[in-house]
Each structure stands twice: as C-alpha cells, then as structure tokens.
C-alpha cells in the first residue's frame, strides 16, 4: 500500500467464460474517494458457478476493496456459487481471511441483565451507599471532634480561600436572586393584601417570608449548584489525578485535608450570605411596596422590624447553617465517590447538586415540624 | 544487594487482591529484603498496579496478610496503617502533585503532618529534596507549569521527603524518553546507595529492569499469580517458560516479524 494521492479511479470489469465470470479490479481504491459498491450479482450473467478475482492493475488500494470483495464473498456463499479470490494480492487475502473470522468468531457482549439481577445490583449498591455515607460523616464528625486539639495542622489557608470562593465571590448571584425573590413576594402579596386595604401588611408578609423560609433556601440553593458542585468536581477530579491516592500513601486523611475546611468555609459563610439575602430581599419588597403601593420605605422599614422577631431570625439562620453543611457534605461526598474519568467528575458534580437539594428540602420540612412544634 | 542475613522488610502471605469481587490476583506470596532493587512485572492488565494499592493499603486484599519490619499491615486499624505509613513513600504514574501547592509545598506537606520541625526547616528540607533530583530553582512553580518528567521528579521528591525504609514506585517511567528514564534511573540508582532504601517498583520498562532490578517477580494474567521470581538476567537465559522468555527476551534480542 503507498499514501501517494489517487491517480485513477477504481474501476472493476466483468468477463464471462460460460459459467464462470472474472471480475478484474484496477485503479486506486480509496475509502475516502469514490470506490464501486458489489451489486449483488446485478448486472452477471446467470446462472454463475464461479466467481474469480484478478488484480487487473491495482494501484493503491485500502480496506474500500476488501469491504468491497468481502461483500461479494457473502453474496457468493449465500447464493451456493463458489468465489476465487487467488488472484488479488496476497497481502489482500490475508486480510480478507481475517475480516471473514472476525465476522463470523464475533461474540455479541451482553449487557443487559434480568430484572431479578438488576434489582439484587441496585439494592446491593444502595446498601453500600448508605455504608459509605454512614462512614464518610462518621469521620467528618471525629475528623471535626478532633479539630480544637490539632489546630495547628488544620488547612486554615485552605479554609479561607474557600470561605472567599463560596462567600464573597456568591455575593453578586446572592444579591440579584434574593431582590428578585423580594420583588415577587412583595407583588404576590400586594395583589391580595390591596383588596382589603391592609397594603402595610406587605412588609410583614415579605420580611416573614424571607428571614424564615425564602432567604435561607435561595442561598442553599445558589450555593447547592454554584460550591456544592465546584466541591465535587474539584475532589472527583482530584481523585482520578490520583491526588487523593497520595494523601492516603502519606497517611493523611482526605477528610481532614481536603473536607473539613470546605464543610467548616461553608458552616461559616452560610449565615452570612443567609443575612446578607435577608436584607437585599427586604430591600427588594420595599422598592415594590414603595412604587406600586406608595408606602414610604421608612413605615415600610417600621412595619418589617414590628413583623420580625430575634427568634425568627435565628430560626432561618440556624437553617442557614445546617443547608450549608448539607451542602459541604454531599459536594464532598459525591468528589470522594467519583469514577476516575471525565465522565465520572461530571456526574459526581450533577449528584453533588441533586443530593445537595433533595437534603435541603427534606432538613426544611424537619426543621418546619420542629418549630411548630416547639413553638418558634 | 539484598541481605539474605536480616529479616525481610516487605513479607506478603497469601495475597488475594482484586475489585468489587472480581478476583485479579490469588495466593501471592513474597518477601522483600532491605535496600533490595525489587521489581513487579508483567504484561498490560496482569495486576501489577493493583498488586502494589494492595500493598500499600490503597485496596483491602480480599484474603492473606502484607507485613511490614514483620509489623501486620492489611490486617491493622486505620489509625496504626497511618502510622505506618510514614515509613512509606510512592511515586505514582502521574506524579500525582496537588496541584494548588507548589512543588516546594507538596514536598513540604508530608513534613508537616508527621514531624514537629519549624516552618523554616521544613522548608530548608524541601528545597534540599527538589534540589536532590534536580528541580533547585523550580520550587515556587505549580505542577501544571512544569513538564511530565519533572513532576515525575517532584513526585519523587515527595516520596522522600520523610526519608522513608521504603520506596514504591508505579511505572515511573512511562511517558518518559529515553534520556529522563536514564536519568531517573541514576536517581534511583543513587538514592539507593546514599539512604539504603528498599525500592518496590511495578514496570515494564525492559531497559530499566535489567539495569536495576536485584531480583524481579513476573505477574501473569492467565494464572492469576507469580510466574517466575529471581535475577531478571538469569530469568531471561534460563527460565524455561515460553511466557517468561517471550517478555524478557524481547529487550535482549532485535525485534522480529513471526511468521
């Protein structure tokens, strides 16, 4: 075989003697120019006891001519007719007699398992996921209880650029979420509250809303998709480098490394966004209640403060906390738990935010019953 | 350079290694002696790598024990194989920095886990292990600004920061040329003679192997197990499997198309 550009087309020409036909292939056969196609037996005379091959002044040729005579081998072993290929180079025929073992020695790989295995693989892995979820906040917890006597080898550095990362760098996403947030509680209710005179009550309803509820899980849910998802891709990705294979070579915990200062950025910085959201939220009932409502943002400010309690308060920035460490947790988690591919630091990132998610609902409804019934 | 004389640093008993229940190695049983040049090798997917996170505590094997200074390994808590492994030191395939450190910080982090030195000695023993093998003047880089064979290096740096007994190595010299390997070799070479270190090495680098191995074994993927054990030089003359000779022989002897 040469690379040399294509000269002359590939041609092919029949020539009957009786029964037995030549078939004479010449010119250049190349897979990516224009090569003829076996029309199985089209245009033979009929009827065909054999079929010969001759290399009738082959130039360059390529797997376009095996494909080619290979096609007409099957066309002759179906139809009963028998079929010469001694006449094509021999390098040609090797490689025919290879295709023609491969195609018939092929073993289809089986994928798909019984309904009955399938179910027996996902309980087990389900089972195994619950242990690793168990062991990995179980090391969290003593990696954290361990924490006040060994400060000194805590990743402090670490710890800061995260809580910059997650803190800071959130504000912008933070600020324009939560007024716009504001903005639509502060119409819903304006709608309603107008109709029965009491257009103040839109400060109780806004501030309530957003202090308890609305401030604390727009955060959560930033943060779910914008940390919680950088967590895991950073530490899936991690792993497939074979990073985290090297701390654990030098004895050192993964979790002490590279969990605890993100899970303890994100405790901290978790509050403060939730504040932060709180007043921008506020803010942004007050621009609605001020344009549409013509309540002067001074008895609007009035109003909130009347509305909202320290308790109140307290209450959505404890959950503030917990969604924060949730978040920590499952970006952590899902980062450890990555395969090590591309694809693998790619789904552990979506994990990382659906778990991150479905833990942030399922901790509100808890902490929703508590409350109540604690009377907060 | 192994002495028969002093008990075995490395013993493995028995040792079942594989994945999620799928069995890549069985009953592997071996010893290595101190500052011995100790070779795993075999062909593409044999289980060398997976016999080496076996040893070093990456992978739990399924059965048999992995001793070390005759101290119990595989069968230990978590907090006494952490403690153990401060005498270890492994240089993975990609170098494995961490890449927000700098070099002279992942040589440095070892130190300050595991000793009580100053900052400033720490760092002065940093410089001294990059400079060791021959990135002085690259220790405020970045591993992503520096090339394949010298995070190879700095890897190594690494696994020496703690002096360690013992060295593992997996495939230290792929993606390497010819001239690095060399160099690498003479590195390895040379901390073996300065500190006494016992080198564990997983490879297939023919040249390599036959310049510095002491004592090989060969892993093949049909048995499951050991094929052959000894000098890779008397292995390649002697050894009367085909298996044995066709992957040995192949780095002595001029490459030919068979019939």
């Known amino acids: ?376 | 350079m192994a002495h028969s004389n002093t008990p075995p640093v490395i013993e493995v008993e028995h040792l079942e290694c594989g994945y999620a229940g799928t069995v890549v190695l069985k009953d592997i049983n071996f010893s290595v002696g101190r500052s011995e040049m100790f070779f795993i090798i075999g062909g593409s997917g044999c289980g060398k790598s997976t016999l080496l996170r076996h040893l070093v505590g990456l992978n739990q094997p399924a059965r048999g024990t992995v001793r070390f200074f005759g101290r119990p390994f595989s069968d230990a808590d978590l907090a006494t194989r952490r403690l153990q492994l401060k005498n270890f030191g492994m240089l993975f395939q990609s170098g494995a920095l961490w890449t927000s450190l700098t070099l002279r910080e992942n040589v440095a982090l070892p130190l300050e886990e595991h000793t009580t030195l100053s900052r400033r000695e720490i760092a002065e023993i940093a410089t001294l292990k990059l400079a060791q093998v021959g990135l002085g003047g690259f220790e405020d880089h970045y591993p992503a600004e520096i090339s394949g064979g010298m995070k190879k290096r700095a890897g190594l740096a690494r696994a020496l920061a703690l002096d360690p007994a013992i060295v593992f190595f997996d495939e230290p010299w792929s993606g390497l040329d010819p001239v690095t390997s060399r160099r690498l070799d003479e590195l390895i070479r040379e901390i073996r003679a300065t500190f006494g270190t016992t080198m564990v090495i997983v490879s297939h680098e023919l040249a390599s192997i036959f310049d510095l191995a002491d004592r090989v074994i060969m892993l093949d993927a049909g048995t499951q197990g050991i094929i052959a054990e000894g000098d890779p030089r008397r292995l390649a003359a002697e050894s009367r499997d085909p298996r044995v000779k066709e992957f040995l022989q192949r780095g002595t002897q001029p490459y030919t198309v068979p019939a």
């Not at chain 1, 002044?57 to 007719?81: H, K, M, N, P």
């Not at chain 1, 978790?270 to 007043?279: I, K």
Request: charge should be negative.
């Open chain 1, 1 to 376: 075989m040469s690379d040399e550009p294509p000269s002359s087309a590939a041609l092919v020409s029949t020539r009957a003697e009786g029964d037995r036909i030549e078939v004479s292939l010449a010119g250049e056969w190349r897979l990516t120019g224009s090569c003829p196609e076996w029309a199985d037996g089209r245009g033979l005379p009929t009827p065909v006891a054999t079929l010969r091959f001759r290399d009738g002044g082959l130039g360059y040729w390529d797997t376009s001519l095996l494909l080619y005579v290979f096609d007409a081998q099957e066309w002759c072993r179906t139809a009963g007719i028998a079929c010469d290929t001694a006449g094509l180079p021999e390098k040609a025929r090797a490689l025919l007699a290879q295709l023609g073992t491969s195609h018939t020695s092929a073993v289809p790989h089986e994928r798909t398992d019984s309904f009955l295995v399938m179910t027996g693989l996902a309980t087990r892995q389900a089972w195994a996921n619950l242990n690793d979820i168990l062991h990995f906040v179980g090391e969290c917890a003593l990696g954290a209880a361990s924490l006040p006597r060994r400060s000194k080898k805590f990743r402090w550095r670490d710890c800061i650029d995260q809580m910059q990362e997650c803190g800071a760098m959130g504000l912008p996403i933070v600020s324009l979420i939560s007024f716009l947030v504001g903005l639509t509680l502060a119409y819903q209710a304006a709608v309603e509250l107008r109709q029965f005179g009491a257009d103040i009550f839109v400060a109780d309803v806004v501030g309530l809303s957003t202090v308890r509820e609305m401030g604390p899980m727009m955060v959560a849910v930033i943060l779910a998709g914008r940390t919680g998802a950088a967590f895991a891709a950073t530490l899936g990705n991690m792993k497939a480098n074979e990073e985290i294979d090297a701390l654990e070579t030098l004895g050192i915990s993964a979790v002490d490394f590279l969990v605890l200062p993100r899970l303890l950025a994100l405790g901290l910085m978790m509050p403060l966004l939730a504040l932060y959201a709180n007043c921008v939220g506020i803010l942004g009932g007050m621009v609605v209640a001020a344009g549409i409502l013509q309540i002067p943002p001074s008895a609007y400010w009035i109003e909130t403060q009347g509305a909202i309690s320290l308790s109140d308060l307290n209450t959505g920035l404890l959950k503030a906390t917990t969604f924060g460490l949730l978040i920590g947790l499952s970006g952590c988690l899902r980062g450890l738990q990555a395969d090590r591919s591309a694809a693998g630091v790619g789904r552990a990132a979506t994990s990382a935010v659906v778990t991150a998610i479905l833990l942030i609902i399922v901790a509100d409804s808890i902490y929703a019953v508590l409350f109540h019934i604690l009377g907060v």
